[in-house]
């Protein structure tokens, strides 16, 4: 199957300062890819949805000046938290929609802690 | 709203004995639904998916999985399971978007012993 990447795996940061994710699909262009939060023992959560080259859809309750999602190219996405906070901590998953299969394909993860 | 229901937290077999894995969803039409497969470090992988057509679906690594409209299920099974299946998985449901908008469950962790 088709692969995502996610960049960095892990990162720590302090609290009030912001850090980037990067989402790559590496074999396909993905003109939507998604974005998920991921709790300890609890399912998947979808963040929000982008399309390359538009803005963002967000998900309800989810703070989109906090969370900047762009999604400047077809194999590349990236999520933004700003000013982070401890609640922030969490892990961050993305996905690509392959529009030829139509399936997602999901990225390893970002392990996000704020200290 | 769509939701997913899977009600065993962690289940634990024996290495070649068989597994089942519940899910129960809830949606006002015909959903499409998916079985994933989590692993440490990697991303989620489909096992297998409904849409429509033969209510009993052949997934990757010898899973399969039937769905059950008047029990709104969609059970995932595996006549022998091996060391290499200890992982989390994760039943999933969509509209009619197909991919899209995937609504999770909570995962069930597999652990088998040996």
């Known amino acids: 199957g088709a692969v995502v990447s996610q960049h960095p795996s892990r990162v720590i940061c302090k609290s009030g300062t912001s850090v980037k994710i990067e989402c790559r699909s590496l074999?396909?262009?993905?003109?939507?890819m998604f974005w998920y939060r991921q709790f300890p023992k609890q399912s998947l959560m979808l963040m929000a949805t982008?399309?390359?080259?538009?803005?963002?859809?967000?998900e309800q309750g989810v703070e989109k000046d906090k969370f900047l999602i762009n999604h400047a190219s077809l194999t590349l996405s990236t999520l933004t938290v700003t000013s982070a906070h401890p609640e922030d901590s969490s892990f961050y998953i993305c996905?690509?929609?392959?529009?030829?299969?139509?399936?997602?394909?999901f990225g390893p993860g970002t392990r996000l802690t704020v200290t | 709203a769509q939701s997913v229901t899977q009600p065993d937290i962690h289940i634990t077999v024996s290495e070649g004995a068989s597994l089942e894995l519940r899910c129960n969803y809830s949606y006002g039409a015909t959903p499409y639904l998916f079985w994933y497969v989590q692993s440490p470090g990697q991303g989620l992988q489909l096992l297998l998916k409904y849409f429509s057509g033969d209510t009993l679906v052949q997934g990757i690594k010898g899973f399969e999985a039937e769905f059950k409209r008047s029990q709104s299920s969609f059970n995932l099974r595996k006549p022998s399971v091996h060391w290499s299946d200890a992982a989390e998985y994760f039943c999933?449901?969509?509209?009619?978007?197909?991919?899209?908008?995937?609504?999770f469950g909570t995962g069930t962790r597999l652990l088998v012993s040996p």
């Open positions: 074999d396909f262009q993905a003109t939507t």
């Open positions: 982008s399309n390359e080259g538009s803005k963002a859809t967000y």
């Open positions: 999933a449901v969509a509209g009619n978007t197909g991919f899209q908008k995937l609504v």
């Open positions: 996905s690509g929609l392959d529009r030829g299969s139509g399936e997602q394909y």
